[in-house]
T-cell receptor, first 109, second 114 residues
């Protein structure tokens, strides 16, 4: 079954510290993966997608097919990074995106 | 561009009633997906509409139905409401054959069933 697992419900780091939000997936074939973010009182929005290999707001994510992971990383966390982060997988046929349960990131001053 | 708009923002219904939620996709998008997000959980896929037809459906009972109109807007209908249907309902739009570009989400409709 296709599944996205985010093992941490809450991650708390100090400002300036590196941050890594974990995401593991279960999928047969070549996955298309995304990270979405929801800031306080804002709607869910796309942060980045692995296919574009871009860096958004200093965040990057590398697809590791061997470990079936797509962890989100940032070398120096900022207070404005505090938000809810969801990892998502586009399923076979491209009709359905499956979301993980989310990780709340809290960046302390 | 207003992006994806959903209405109403909040709704309170009684068990057994029926509800209709509405969504207008982002300008230029032609595909609408609906998600249910319970408290503390990630969004769960309900179904997706393209060209006024349901393209794929998640693990939701037939009480959940939808419709897409020629202008690409969409409705989600839930019949015989249960307490467990209380959740945030999210609408997401995308472009056909460009799902790998990701979704644009609305702000959601908060449904409370009492």
């Amino acid at each position: 079954a296709q599944r996205v697992t985010q093992p941490e419900k809450l991650l708390s780091v100090f400002k300036g510290a590196p941050v890594e939000l974990k995401c593991n997936y279960s999928y047969s074939g070549s996955p298309e993966l995304f990270w979405y973010v929801q800031y306080s009182r804002q709607r869910l929005q796309l942060l980045l997608r692995h296919i574009s290999r871009e860096s958004i707001k200093g965040f990057t994510a590398d697809l590791n097919k061997g470990e079936t992971s797509f962890h989100l990383k940032k070398p120096f966390a900022q207070e404005e990074d505090s938000a809810m982060y969801y990892c998502a997988l586009l399923n076979t046929g491209g009709f359905k995106t499956i979301f993980g349960a989310g990780t709340r990131l809290f960046v302390k001053a | 561009d207003a992006g994806v708009t959903q209405s109403p923002t909040h709704l309170i219904k009684t068990r057994g009633q029926q509800v209709t939620l509405r969504c207008s996709p982002k300008s230029g998008h032609d595909t609408v997906s609906w998600y249910q997000q319970a408290l503390g959980q990630g969004p769960q896929f309900i179904f997706q509409y393209y060209e006024e037809e349901e393209r794929q459906r998640g693990n939701f009972p037939d009480r959940f139905s939808g419709h897409q109109f020629p202008n690409y807007s969409s409705e989600l209908n839930v019949n015989a409401l249960l307490l467990g249907d209380s959740a945030l309902y999210l609408c997401a739009s995308s472009l056909y054959d460009r799902e790998n570009y990701g979704y644009t989400f609305g702000s959601g409709t908060r449904l409370t069933v009492v």
